[in-house]
């Protein structure tokens, strides 16, 4: 066997290694915030959910993007996790919506405010130095945006109003599968070479664990 198919031969199987763990990751954070949220849904703000959904859309389409550009089965499992993540979410965020306790407040709107102005902040320079609506760059920057925002403000949300609706296995498979997307989307670098479709998801993945460590942080400070 040559250098060039043993490389290849392991860079496939630490890719289905991540697949594997973060399709299991997803389901388990799914099925364990969801029994949290039918307990109690304290320190969970609405925009949180609402634009994480939004950012799992982005990043799909990039994903997608990245296919076309270059198609493999590690594209495919990028594709394949996005779609899984964002059933989760939606499927948590429909709960929260219908939840009786659920409230917008302060921390909704300050995050709306933020998040939305900040997309057409983007779009505006984006814009002007002749981006395209559909370029991967500006879709990632909207991906730090949906996310980076909302979890910054999450953190104030449970600062203010405590974190007994998110569970601390939500928090750990957070870190655990953003990493191993961010170890995926760089396998997928290595196979297919850097586009501006695998740079946007690298860029909103860093975003959302750098402010998902914040978030987390202030959890558990006020436990």
Request: hydrophobic letters at 55%.
């Given at each position: 066997?040559?250098?060039v198919?043993?490389n290849?031969?392991?860079?496939?199987?630490?890719?289905?290694?991540?697949?594997?763990?973060?399709?299991?990751?997803?389901?388990l954070?799914?099925?364990?915030?969801?029994?949290?949220?039918?307990?109690?849904?304290?320190?969970?703000?609405?925009?949180?959910?609402?634009f994480?959904?939004?950012?799992?859309?982005?990043?799909?389409?990039?994903?997608?993007?990245?296919?076309?550009?270059?198609?493999?089965?590690?594209?495919?499992?990028?594709?394949?996790?996005?779609?899984?993540?964002?059933?989760?979410?939606?499927?948590?965020?429909?709960?929260?919506?219908?939840?009786?306790?659920?409230?917008?407040?302060?921390?909704?709107?300050?995050?709306?405010?933020?998040?939305?102005?900040?997309?057409?902040?983007a779009?505006?320079i984006?814009?002007?130095?002749?981006?395209?609506?559909?370029?991967?760059?500006?879709?990632?920057?909207?991906?730090?945006?949906?996310?980076?925002?909302?979890?910054?403000?999450?953190?104030?949300?449970?600062?203010?109003?405590?974190?007994?609706g998110?569970?601390?296995?939500?928090?750990?498979?957070?870190?655990?599968?953003?990493?191993?997307?961010?170890?995926?989307?760089?396998?997928?670098?290595?196979?297919?070479?850097?586009?501006?479709?695998?740079?946007?998801?690298?860029?909103?993945?860093?975003?959302?664990?750098a402010s998902?460590?914040?978030?987390?942080?202030?959890?558990?400070?006020?436990?």
């Amino acid at each position: 066997m040559s250098a060039v198919a043993h490389n290849a031969g392991r860079a496939r199987l630490v890719a289905d290694g991540l697949f594997i763990l973060q399709a299991g990751c997803s389901l388990l954070f799914g099925i364990s915030q969801f029994r949290r949220m039918l307990d109690s849904v304290e320190g969970v703000s609405v925009t949180w959910m609402a634009f994480w959904v939004a950012f799992l859309l982005v990043n799909l389409g990039l994903a997608i993007g990245a296919h076309r550009k270059f198609a493999s089965r590690i594209s495919r499992q990028v594709i394949t996790i996005y779609s899984l993540w964002t059933a989760v979410c939606a499927a948590n965020l429909i709960l929260l919506l219908v939840s009786p306790g659920v409230a917008w407040n302060v921390v909704d709107t300050v995050t709306a405010t933020l998040t939305l102005g900040g997309v057409v902040i983007a779009t505006v320079i984006g814009r002007a130095r002749g981006l395209k609506l559909g370029d991967p760059m500006l879709h990632g920057a909207y991906a730090v945006f949906c996310k980076a925002v909302p979890q910054l403000t999450l953190a104030w949300n449970i600062y203010r109003e405590g974190g007994a609706g998110i569970s601390v296995v939500a928090f750990t498979a957070g870190h655990v599968t953003i990493c191993m997307r961010l170890a995926q989307i760089i396998v997928s670098i290595r196979e297919a070479g850097l586009d501006r479709n695998r740079l946007g998801m690298a860029i909103g993945e860093a975003a959302n664990e750098a402010s998902w460590i914040l978030a987390t942080v202030v959890w558990f400070w006020v436990r």
